[in-house]
């Protein structure tokens, strides 16, 4: 069994950055692709990013392209997401999540194994 455990979400004002982390326990952490997902209120959960095992393949979604970076350390079991230039509409409950898959950056949840419980980004305009 494999738990997430995302922290860093809080309250920013827009513009501003804030850091992501998602703690893996087990030992499988570093042998499957790992993502971030968001949803917000009355929306389906959508796709943030997404990173291969040893960190050499990325995926964006487009709508946070050139602010987002998801990095990994599996040293660490610790998968990151750092948001800067935030707006408004990034407010969500952001998700971390391991795949299925080692290589592969899979982009849709039905994808993906294993969830965190999420962490609240509420960003002011």
């Known amino acids: 069994q494999v738990q997430l455990v995302e922290s860093g979400g809080g309250l920013v004002q827009s513009g501003g950055s804030l850091r992501l982390s998602c703690t893996a326990s087990?030992?499988?952490?570093?042998?499957?692709?790992v993502g971030w997902f968001r949803q917000a209120p009355g929306s389906q959960r959508d796709f943030v990013a997404a990173i291969s095992w040893r960190g050499a393949t990325t995926r964006y979604a487009d709508s946070v392209k050139g602010r987002f970076t998801i990095s990994r350390d599996n040293a660490k079991n610790t998968l990151y997401l750092q948001m800067n230039s935030l707006k408004p509409e990034d407010t969500a409950v952001y998700y971390c999540?391991?795949?299925?898959?080692?290589?592969?950056?899979?982009?849709?949840?039905?994808?993906?194994?294993?969830w965190g419980q999420g962490t609240q980004v509420t960003v002011s305009s």
């Open positions: 999540a391991r795949a299925q898959t080692p290589i592969l950056v899979p982009t849709t949840p039905a994808e993906y194994s294993y």
């Open positions: 087990g030992r499988t952490f570093s042998s499957y692709a």
